[in-house]
């Protein structure tokens, strides 16, 4: 049963909540300006982790068939018969119920909103098989995640409300960046397969240009945001994320096996939303 949970968790890539429920506990924070309570520090917690597992579910089980003719993918879980088309389903169909149980408790605003963000995760896959622009609509998902946490708290989303707007607007550039960077692991692959990324149309150079902007415009939005909610005080913390922005993309300038693109799709991005939610705590605690 331990084995079979541990694949479940593998399945879903439960450790990548890891550099994602980050941004939706900052937006909690930073409507409060301060501690919210731990019920809705768990009813936000239980609300993410369910909405990510089931994206990610749908996302192996639309792909499984382009994942199977991926060397690099073929042994996912799916493609390698390691769990069954129905268990992924059921780990869907769980996963949506904890996410719309949570959203009911949290308040009216949050639940009646809830079906946007599966329906996005939903439409995801299948935009790779289209248009470039699938990085921005991943980006899109996790952009939620700060709006999610502000209305937890606030129960309305009002034009006052702009400055979290807009940083969530930047967390749409800041995923679409590294999924570029991502998405170069299988170049040859998707050029082949017609599956649609930047560097498959536009070539390297231009998809790692073009991830360098998506970053900067990120870090412009993300400090008029924070400037305008916490103030000046958040000058520290966005200098490093810009070092980190900036290490992301020297590691990859020239090499992006797969060994460099995890340090920079995980290890990096997890640290710099960590460094953002502490820039938040400190701003709003000093």
Known sequence: MIKKLRLYADFIKIEHTL???????????????????????ILILLAFTGLRAAAMSLNRIIDREIDALNPRTAN???????????????????SLAVYFTSAYLINDLAFKLSPIPPIIAYIYPYLKRWTCLCHYVLGLNLALAPLGGWIAVTNSLTPNDWAIV??????????????????????????????????AHFGVKFALVLSALNHTVFL????????????????????????LLTYEHYIVKDRFDERRIQIAFFHLNATISAVLLLTILLGLLF
């Open 19 to 41: 550099f994602a429920l980050p941004f939706a506990y900052a937006g909690a924070f930073l409507a409060k300006g301060g501690w919210f309570g731990l019920r809705l520090f």
């Open 76 to 94: 996912r879980h799916l493609p390698a018969g390691l769990i069954s088309l129905g268990e992924a389903y059921a780990i869907v169909i769980v």
């Open 220 to 243: 412009i939005l993300t400090s008029i945001a924070l400037i305008e909610l916490i103030g000046v005080k958040a000058l520290i913390g966005l200098i490093v994320i810009a070092i």
């Open 166 to 199: 807009l940083l969530s607007l930047g967390v749409v550039f800041w995923v679409a960046g590294f999924d570029m960077i991502y998405a170069l692991q299988d170049l040859d692959f998707d050029r082949k397969y017609r599956i649609h990324s930047v560097g």
